[in-house]
C-alpha cells in the first residue's frame, strides 16, 4: 500500500484553498445586508469566536461557487486523490460554509468544521486530527502561525504561500515539510484597490479657486492639500465599497478581476486599508480647519450610507451620487474659504445628476447585454432604462441652461474680460453631453463617465476647447 493511501491529506481552508478568509468575508456580507450586524456580531462573540462564526454564517450570503479559490491548490488535492490518497477538508471556519464548499469543490472525502461551539483551530485541531487519524497519521496543509500545533503532530507539512520566517519554524516542528509558492507578491494589487484614477474627481476641490480666480499660493496650497485629503478618504471608501459588494463584483465579467473579489489581496487588508486611509484623511483634513473635518466627515458618512444602502434606492441614488460630486466643490470652497457661487452649485447638481443617470444607464444596458433583467446591487430593471436616459440628457441638458443664464449674469462681467466667450462653452457641453449620452446608449462606455471622459479622445478635445474658451474670456 502506497503512502498516500494509509496517509489523508488534511487541507485548511482560509489562506490555503481559499484566497480569502471567511470570517471576513462572512462580516462583511452580513454588514452589507444588515448595517446593525457589527452590533449583533459583538453580542454573539459573547459566546465565544464559534458561537459568532455560527452568527455569521446565518447572517451573511456567501456564495461558494463564486469564492477565490487557488487554483493550484485545487490541483495539488486532485493529484492527491488521483494517486489514491484521500483529502479531508479540515477548517475554523464554520461547519455550513465548509459543507458548502465541499459540495462545491467536490474534491473532500471528508469535512469537518466549527460547530458554533468548538473552534477547530490550533491546538484544538491538532488534537482532533490526532484523535481521528492518530499521531503522525495525516499530512496537513496550511498557511498561518496558528497552524504550527497541527504541523506539530502531522507526518508531513504543506505551506502555501508562507513567510519565509514561518518556514523555517514549520522546519522546525516537522520533519517532512513541502513549500508551495501559488502566488506572487506584488503592491500592484494594492494600488489598484485605491482606484487612483478615480482621483481625478477630487480635482474639483480645485473649482472654487479657479471659478473665483483666486490663484495665489495660499490658496493653491490649501485646494491641494483638501485634494489629498479627498483622494486618501475616497480610497478608504472605494476599499469599504469592494468589501461590501464582493457578492456582487464576483457576479460581474469585469468587477470579479477587482482585487478582492479576486482573492489577489486578502479581505483582512482591505479592512485595515479602509481604516488606515480614513486615519491618515482624517488627520490632514482636521491640519487644513476644523470646518474642513465636518465637510469630509459629512461625505464619509453619506458614503457609507450609500454603499450600504442608497445605492439600492432607486432616484435616491443619482441624488446622492450628484451630491458627492457637489461635496468636493463645497469641500473646496471650505478649505480655501471662498464663498460658492449660486451659479457654480446649481449647475453643478444638474451636471452630476446627468452622469449619475449615464453611470446607471450603462449598468443596465450591460446587465441586457448579459441577460440580466437587474442590475446587481441595484433597484432599477432594465425596463427602466428610457427612464434613466430621459434623466440623463434632461438634467444635462438643465445644466447648459443654467450656464447659459450665468452668461448673461452681471457676475460674469465682473470676473471676465470678454463674457462673450463663454457661450463656446455651452455649445461644446451642449455637444458632450449629448453624445455622451449616445455613447452609453449604444452599450460602449465599460466606465464611471468622468474615468471615460479621461480615456476618450473626442472627450479631451471638448476639454481643451472649453479651457481656450474660458481662458479666452478671461484675457483682457
Not at 444607464?361 to 441586457?368: C, K, N, R, T, W
Amino acid at each position: 500500500m502506497s503512502l498516500k493511501s494509509r496517509e489523508i491529506l488534511v487541507v485548511d481552508l482560509d489562506g490555503t484553498l481559499l484566497r480569502s478568509d471567511m470570517l471576513f468575508e462572512s462580516s462583511w456580507s452580513a454588514f452589507g445586508r444588515d448595517w446593525r450586524s457589527p452590533f449583533l456580531s459583538v453580542a454573539a462573540l459573547t459566546g465565544g469566536r464559534a458561537s459568532l462564526k455560527r452568527h455569521l454564517a446565518t447572517a451573511s450570503a456567501v456564495e461558494a461557487a463564486t469564492l477565490p479559490y487557488d487554483p493550484k491548490v485545487i490541483a495539488f488535492v486532485q493529484e492527491w486523490r488521483a494517486s489514491g490518497g484521500r483529502t479531508a477538508l479540515v477548517t475554523a471556519s464554520d461547519r455550513d460554509f465548509a459543507d458548502a464548499i465541499a459540495e462545491h469543490l467536490g474534491i473532500f472525502d471528508e469535512v469537518h468544521g466549527s460547530d458554533g461551539k468548538l473552534n477547530l483551530k490550533g491546538e484544538r485541531k491538532g488534537q482532533f486530527l490526532e484523535e481521528r487519524f492518530g499521531s503522525k497519521g495525516f499530512t496537513y496543509m496550511g498557511d498561518a502561525k496558528a497552524d504550527l500545533l497541527v504541523w506539530k503532530r502531522a507526518a508531513k507539512a504543506i505551506t502555501v504561500n508562507a513567510p519565509v520566517a514561518l518556514r523555517r519554524e514549520v522546519e522546525h516542528v516537522c520533519e517532512s515539510v513541502e513549500h508551495l509558492v501559488t502566488d506572487a507578491k506584488s503592491i500592484k494589487p494594492y494600488i489598484k484597490a485605491l482606484r487612483p484614477h478615480q482621483w481625478l474627481k477630487n480635482t474639483l476641490v480645485f473649482l472654487p479657486m479657479l471659478a473665483a480666480q483666486q490663484l495665489d499660493s495660499q490658496t493653491f496650497l490649501l485646494s491641494l492639500f483638501a485634494f489629498v485629503c479627498f483622494s486618501l478618504v475616497a480610497s478608504s471608501v472605494y476599499v469599504l465599497n469592494d468589501l461590501l459588494d464582493l457578492a456582487a463584483d464576483r457576479a460581474h465579467p469585469r468587477k470579479r478581476l477587482r482585487p478582492f473579489a479576486s482573492g489577489s489581496i486578502p479581505i483582512a487588508h482591505g479592512t485595515w486599508m479602509a481604516a488606515g486611509l480614513l486615519i491618515l484623511g482624517a488627520l490632514l483634513a482636521i491640519s487644513i480647519s476644523p470646518s474642513f473635518l465636518l465637510a469630509m466627515v459629512a461625505y464619509y458618512f453619506l458614503t457609507t450610507a450609500y454603499s450600504l444602502q442608497l445605492k439600492r434606492r432607486i432616484v435616491i441614488d443619482i441624488c446622492v451620487l450628484a451630491g458627492l460630486y457637489t461635496a468636493r466643490i463645497i469641500a473646496g470652497g471650505v478649505a480655501t474659504n471662498i464663498l460658492l457661487s449660486v451659479w457654480l452649485l446649481t449647475f453643478s447638481v444638474f451636471f452630476f445628476l446627468s452622469l449619475a443617470a449615464v453611470k446607471r444607464q450603462a449598468e443596465l444596458i450591460d446587465s441586457a447585454e448579459r441577460g440580466n433583467l437587474k442590475a446587481s446591487g441595484r433597484g432599477y430593471h432594465v425596463d427602466d432604462l428610457p427612464i434613466i436616459s430621459v434623466i440623463a440628457i434632461g438634467a444635462g441638458y438643465v445644466s447648459v441652461l443654467v450656464m447659459t443664464v450665468y452668461v448673461t449674469s452681471p457676475a460674469v462681467v465682473e470676473l471676465y474680460a470678454h463674457p462673450e466667450a463663454l457661450w463656446g462653452v455651452c455649445a461644446v457641453l451642449l455637444y458632450w453631453i449629448t453624445r455622451t449620452v449616445m455613447v452609453a446608449h449604444r452599450g460602449q462606455m465599460h466606465d464611471d463617465p468622468v474615468v471615460y471622459a479621461v480615456k476618450d479622445r473626442i472627450s479631451q478635445m471638448c476639454l481643451l476647447i472649453i479651457l481656450g474658451f474660458v481662458l479666452g474670456g478671461a484675457l483682457a
